[in-house]
């Protein structure tokens, strides 16, 4: 319980805060009927904390978590759920903190009986922030452990971006993942495969402030052996709305 409250404590004492919701409509299978059986809304919750005193043993430093839904279900219930969260810090005088992250996840089909999990992935690696030009950037190298039924080590490239423009009337951001993954996962249909696959995932974002903390905007959804296993590089933008808190 100790340990909870010092967590709390921590995380109300940041320096620097902010937190969103994003409705966004996904025109997939308006662009690629081929591959995407219909278009669907997606909820965003994000959340970010900011946090470096510089004079404790352990540093914490940016705290984030992101939740999502993708109301693809029947009448728009919610067909997938992902959950992704990190915390970076340090004890130790350069300001390259260690990041710890976890994701995961699952799906629901119709057929029912085709439901899937998102694997969970436990992350941990260096991770280093820096500003260039106004512009906000953080890049991180992670070893992941991926628990499938056949568990898989592997390596990820996180990076992050973001800069605004005229007192953030617009805004440019996003974040793109670099990773492998077994091709063997453990079930039935990769059991034959053998090394290693590498994906990739991108989603750069673009908005414009409207009225107060309300903005409209897009963001491109870049896909790479993430939900195909064709050579098969699939780009998905969004229309949406956002409002910071």
Wanted: a positive charge; aromatic letters at 20%; proline letters at 3%.
């Amino acid at each position: 319980m100790k340990y909870l409250i010092l967590l709390a404590l921590i995380m109300l004492s940041a320096k620097l805060f902010s937190q969103n919701i994003q409705l966004h409509y996904d025109f997939r299978h308006t662009i690629d009927p081929a591959h995407n059986s219909q278009n669907f809304p997606t909820l965003y919750f994000e959340y970010f904390k900011s946090l470096d005193s510089g004079k404790s043993f352990i540093k914490p430093g940016a705290f984030f978590i992101k939740m999502e839904s993708d109301l693809q279900g029947d009448n728009y219930n919610i067909g997938k759920a992902f959950i992704q969260t990190s915390q970076t810090f340090r004890f130790w005088q350069p300001k390259i903190f260690l990041s710890v992250q976890y994701s995961g996840g699952l799906g629901v089909t119709d057929p029912k009986q085709y439901s899937y999990y998102i694997n969970n992935a436990l992350s941990i690696g260096p991770s280093y922030s820096f500003q260039w030009l106004g512009a906000y950037f953080s890049s991180t190298i992670y070893y992941t452990y991926n628990m499938l039924q056949k568990t898989s080590n592997d390596v990820m490239l996180s990076f992050y971006w973001g800069k605004g423009f005229w007192n953030y009337k617009v805004e440019f951001a996003g974040d793109f993942e670099l990773y492998t993954l077994n091709k063997n996962l453990g079930d039935a249909l990769t059991q034959n495969l053998h090394g290693k696959t590498v994906s990739f995932f991108g989603e750069p974002q673009v908005w414009f402030k409207i009225h107060n903390n309300f903005s409209m905007g897009s963001k491109i959804l870049l896909y790479y052996h993430v939900i195909t296993t064709q050579n098969l590089f699939e780009v998905y933008p969004t229309i949406a709305a956002r409002i910071k808190f």
